[in-house]
């Protein structure tokens, strides 16, 4: 099974017109500020720039102190090669500029307190670095970790710089100390300011999924190609691979997107075993090197070590980046590859990209279930309907001409019985065509009905037809219920006489109706030979269904002399 989806152009089906316009929409604004999620090129760029400036100052500008001269102009060349390496270690591999992070940041502090030693005196006020260097670092570490690397070189800094101006004053060098203690100042409050930055930046860039269009419960092929879609668009990849478990499956289902579209096929588990489903973080990965960067809580890790992932080796992919998805149907893994870029800025967002993409998947299940649980009490509804109403109808009309016949033996005239049958007919036909409409258009469930004529009318209904005798006891005030509950009260006296005189065989029915606090109770005797003697006598399934879903109560007496049916439902009324 082959689904054809635009990439950069290419034709695209209906089913994932939402996915291609919401990929779209977001390659256009990510491409926009495609630095964003570049942030160790762009450190190590501004790095670079930084050190060049600070050199050329040094070596043009006469007014600019040297304590050491050709020392520390090489001091600071030295530092410039430094800059350029971490540079191309930044544009050629996201790995080492992961690990070289750390190291690169602390050589920074220490250049940049010793920037201090080189250029200052009380006549190079706008010749020091010290502000630039001290933003840049501060800047790095809000970028690439968190606030609290910002805040731990925001104290390191502060300290090593008073211990520094306090030392060349010792030592009698020409240093002014109000600016001095003015430019710390400010180094306080620039602090403070990035930390709280730092704070509100929360995860960091987050990336919406948009769900695609179409009726909760039946669009999960859409969410998983929008989703491989999003990712994609994302990352500039030209191949994404989604491998995906479910719980109720036994095989693996992947769906592969390239630029001539997706291709879906189906697999058994062997190869993967529990690696789909068991946690998994979200990662930049290579292969033949051993490497793996996750995004883990509290941050991001990396390690060294044989990359387990039965998925990427199956698709022959050496570097990539995977994102695990869970859901309550299953799990699975997402592997993008060929990508634009590599970074690990990507790793937050993607993480949180699979946790919405899970819950989408989470959504379109309930709603899934919903549905089937609804069709389901449809169902059971209509059953219970017409079991208690045209089943039980056919199964009184057959009792009746069975006498009809015989009364036709004994030489009697059949026309008055037969007209009998007729009415009955005719009432049951406009009961049925009732049923069908209501079924059509749906109950109003506002519209109140007092119930004693309702049942004065069934009893004298049920009474000719099954050949009984019949007795209503009601109170001795109105009890309005509504349409739709007067309906299933009806059910429920219709079900019970039928099941009296076939099962039971009676002559005698007596209905009790009344209510106390929004509770109504039914009750229905008949003097019958009860229901066979069992220590667990099995309950009517009609009845116990109908009363269970109208959130009532059911229980039943039965001696020899017959048997009682006691009814507690809630009515809403109340006196």
């Not at 990507?346 to 549905?371: F, N, T, Y």
Request: proline letters at 4%.
């Amino acid at each position: 099974m082959v689904i054809i989806l635009t990439y950069n152009g290419l034709p695209v089906l209906p089913s994932v017109t939402h996915a291609k316009y919401a990929s779209r929409i977001t390659e256009r604004s990510l491409y926009k500020s495609a630095l964003i999620r570049r942030t160790g090129r762009v450190i190590s760029t501004a790095r670079a720039v930084l050190a060049l400036l600070f050199l050329l100052v040094i070596w043009v500008d006469p007014a600019v102190p040297l304590h050491g001269d050709l020392g520390n102009l090489l001091y600071v060349s030295l530092y410039l090669l430094w800059t350029a390496f971490l540079m191309i270690v930044a544009w050629r591999s996201w790995w080492f500029d992961f690990r070289l992070a750390t190291i690169a940041q602390s050589i920074d502090i220490i250049i940049f307190l010793a920037a201090i030693y080189v250029t200052e005196n009380r006549f190079t006020e706008f010749q020091s670095p010290f502000l630039a260097f001290a933003a840049f670092l501060l800047v790095a570490a809000m970028t690439r970790w968190s606030w609290r690397a910002t805040a731990v070189t925001a104290i390191i800094v502060l300290t090593a710089n008073l211990a520094i101006g306090l030392t060349m004053v010792q030592l009698g060098l020409d240093i002014d100390l109000f600016r001095f203690a003015r430019r710390t100042a400010y180094m306080i409050v620039l602090s403070s300011i990035l930390i709280w930055l730092s704070l509100s930046r929360g995860g960091g860039r987050v990336m919406p999924f948009s769900e695609p269009p179409g009726l909760l419960g039946g669009r999960r092929e859409q969410l998983l190609d929008s989703a491989l879609a999003l990712i994609a668009s994302a990352l500039g990849a030209r191949q994404v691979v989604l491998a995906f478990s479910a719980n109720e499956e036994p095989w693996v289902e992947f769906r592969h997107r390239t630029p001539a579209g997706i291709t879906v096929h189906r697999a058994g588990p062997g190869d993967f075993g529990d690696q789909l489903t068991s946690h998994m973080p979200t990662a930049l990965f290579n292969i033949a090197k051993s490497r793996m960067i996750g995004f883990e809580d509290p941050g991001v890790v990396a390690w060294n070590a044989p990359v387990q992932s039965q998925l990427a080796h199956s698709y022959g992919i050496n570097e990539g980046v995977l994102v695990p998805l869970q859901s309550a149907t299953g799990g699975g893994h997402i592997i993008a590859w060929d990508c634009e870029t590599l970074s690990v800025d990507d790793l937050a967002m993607l993480r949180a990209l699979g946790d919405q993409i899970g819950h989408a998947l989470d959504r379109d299940e309930m709603a899934s279930l919903a549905r089937s649980a609804a069709e389901s009490g449809v169902r059971h509804a209509v059953a219970r309907d017409l079991h208690d109403s045209v089943a039980q109808f056919l199964a009184g009309t057959l009792f009746r001409l069975e006498a009809l016949r015989r009364w036709i033996r004994e030489g009697h005239d059949p026309e008055g019985e037969i007209d009998s049958i007729k009415n009955a007919l005719r009432r049951e036909q406009i009961q049925l065509r009732q049923l069908i409409e209501r079924l059509r258009r749906g109950e109003e469930g506002d519209r109140r009905t007092e119930i004693a004529d309702e049942m004065r009318d069934l009893l004298t209904e049920a009474g000719a037809h099954w050949h009984i005798e019949t007795e209503l006891v009601l109170p001795d005030h109105p009890q309005w219920v509504s349409v739709q509950l007067s309906h299933e009260i009806r059910q429920l006296v219709r079900e019970a006489i039928a099941n009296a005189v076939r099962h039971g065989k009676c002559h005698k029915v007596c209905v009790t109706l009344s209510d106390e606090d929004g509770v109504l109770q039914l009750t229905i005797a008949d003097d019958g030979i009860g229901f066979p003697d069992h220590p667990n006598p099995i309950l009517p399934r009609s009845i116990s269904e109908r009363v269970a879903a109208l959130g009532g109560q059911f229980h039943v007496a039965s001696t020899t002399s017959g048997a009682r049916l006691d009814i507690a439902i809630h009515s809403g009324e109340f006196a």
